[in-house]
């Protein structure tokens, strides 16, 4: 299934198969660039060299959040630089979430700008880090600190790749995808009897909206950040992984809109029904114990800081200072 994300085409396939007929639609040179990370070179450095029609020089990464950083776009540059990258080359970044967003930036940096590929190998990537152009790496004990909005023209998600990502990645990668379907409960049916391209297929479909009406994150996009806030919180905290942060803060948001009488308690046990089907454990927090945090929290603009709530209506910004929070939550 191929469709059109702003200026990306996104092939969704279980396997490889028209990698090479996606490819040959942006006229790539003989010679290919791959970044990826160690533990994915291992594994499919073979099967990338025999499918593909091209000369693939191999950039390799640590596996981890570590690599993402301003050395590792220094060094990336370095060696396509010596391999004699030209302005109207492409490179394509393979890999997860950590993966995307460091090819991203450094196709947005050389020569101001060259086209890039993504193949992304986890389900975090596939339904979020590859789309929307969102490109960084950590710097000074911040994420995504230093970045740039980037879209690659190509996204290829080859649900294959799924079969080799370890277990509480593909959990993590099922934080996001919950997200999506409360943002749009039509997936939630999906999520009980669907396939997982189909379910993957969705997330983007919806995500796409959002970035298309959105692009640079000035106020709809931000919507997507549903759980994010109280997650950041308790994933830098608790060192869980980015989606099973990301529904410990679901759920944080769901019991505070609860206590200010702006939902029943029918959002929760829909999350956690999501929770027993795929056997997922995600920590419960008291949000009360995290207020002052959020406060804290880079989107916090002047005092005042934009929770993502929800109601029958869909996602909303739910905008307070912390005075403001404070005295609603105490008034109930
Ligand atoms: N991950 C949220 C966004 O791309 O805006």
Redesign the pocket.
């Known amino acids: 299934m191929d469709l059109m994300v702003r200026g990306s085409k996104v092939y969704i396939e279980n396997d490889i198969s028209r990698l090479n007929e996606a490819l040959a639609t942006l006229k790539l040179r003989k010679k290919l660039f791959i970044i990826t990370d160690e533990n994915l070179y291992c594994l499919y450095k073979d099967m990338l060299s025999n499918a593909l029609n091209y000369d693939l020089e191999f950039i390799v990464l640590p596996a981890g959040e570590k690599s993402k950083s301003i050395d590792s776009v220094l060094m990336i540059t370095k060696r396509l630089l010596e391999g004699n990258i030209k302005r109207n080359d492409t490179i394509v970044g393979f890999g997860g979430g950590v993966i995307s967003d460091i090819t991203g930036f450094v196709a947005s940096i050389l020569y101001r700008g060259i086209n890039h590929v993504i193949i992304p190998t986890s389900l975090l990537a596939m339904v979020?880090?590859s789309?929307?152009g969102?490109t960084g790496v950590d710097f000074y004990n911040r994420k995504n600190i230093i970045g740039a909005f980037y879209e690659p023209k190509l996204i290829f998600i080859a649900t294959e790749f799924l079969n080799t990502l370890p277990e509480a990645e593909l959990k993590s990668g099922f934080g996001e995808v919950f997200k999506y379907a409360f943002i749009k409960p039509s997936l939630q049916a999906k999520l009980f009897n669907g396939s997982l391209a189909e379910i993957i297929s969705d997330c983007i479909s919806i995500?796409k909206e959002?970035?298309e009406e959105d692009f640079y994150?000035q106020g709809l996009?931000m919507q997507?950040?549903l759980g994010h806030t109280f997650g950041h919180i308790v994933e830098i905290k608790y060192g869980l992984s980015h989606g099973i942060a990301v529904i410990s803060g679901m759920k944080m948001i769901f019991k505070l809109e609860e206590n200010l009488g702006l939902i029943d308690d029918s959002y929760l046990k829909k999350l956690n029904s999501l929770l027993e089907k795929y056997k997922i454990i995600a920590p419960d927090y008291d949000y009360h114990a995290y207020l002052d945090d959020i406060f804290n929290d880079k989107k916090n603009l002047k005092g005042v800081l934009s929770l993502v709530f929800i109601d029958a209506k869909g996602t909303y910004l739910f905008s307070n200072t912390k005075e403001e929070l404070y005295a609603k939550i105490s008034s109930r």
């Open positions: 979020d880090a789309l929307g969102k995500k959002f970035i994150d996009r997507l950040n």
